[in-house]
Nanobody, 122 residues
Framework: QVQLVESGGGLVQAGGSLRLSCTAS????????MAWFRQAPGKEREFVAA???????YYADSMKGRFSISRDNAKNTVYLQMNSLEPEDMAVYYC????????????????WGQGTQVTVSS
C-alpha cells in the first residue's frame, strides 16, 4: 500500500512563504514522477508543479517564479517551496505520483496524498 503524507500547510499572510513536504512510503520513489496539485472550494483540482525522476520540472504558468519543486530521494520526500503567496493560492494541496510525459493531469495520477490546507490571509 503506497502512502503519501503531506505536511507544512497552514495560515500565512499574503506575500509570505510556506514549504510543503510529502513523504512517500514506496521503494521505487527515486524512479517515480512526483507532482503537486491543489483544489480550492468549488473548483476543480488543478496542476501546480511536477518533478520527474530525472529532476526535470514542470510548473503551472501562474506559479512560475513563485513556486519551486524539489526532491530528496534519500528521504523519499518531495517539497514545494511557495513564495509571494496570494489569496488566490488558498487551497488544499495534494501530493501525487503520476505516470506519463509532460505536465501531468489528475487522470495520470497513480496515488494521492490526503492533502494539506494552505490558507492565505489578505
Amino acid at each position: 500500500q503506497v502512502q503519501l503524507v503531506e505536511s507544512g500547510g497552514g495560515l500565512v499572510q499574503a506575500g509570505g512563504s510556506l514549504r510543503l513536504s510529502c513523504t512517500a512510503s514506496v521503494r521505487t520513489f527515486a524512479s517515480d514522477h512526483m507532482a503537486w496539485f491543489r483544489q480550492a472550494p468549488g473548483k476543480e483540482r488543478e496542476f501546480v508543479a511536477a518533478i520527474r525522476w530525472d529532476l526535470g520540472t514542470y510548473y503551472a504558468d501562474s506559479m512560475k517564479g513563485r513556486f519551486s519543486i524539489s526532491r530528496d530521494n534519500a528521504k523519499n520526500t518531495v517539497y514545494l517551496q511557495m513564495n509571494s503567496l496570494e489569496p488566490e493560492d488558498m487551497a488544499v494541496y495534494y501530493c501525487a505520483t503520476y505516470v506519463g510525459s509532460g505536465k501531468p493531469s489528475p487522470l495520470g495520477v497513480r496515488y494521492w496524498g490526503q492533502g494539506t490546507q494552505v490558507t492565505v490571509s489578505s
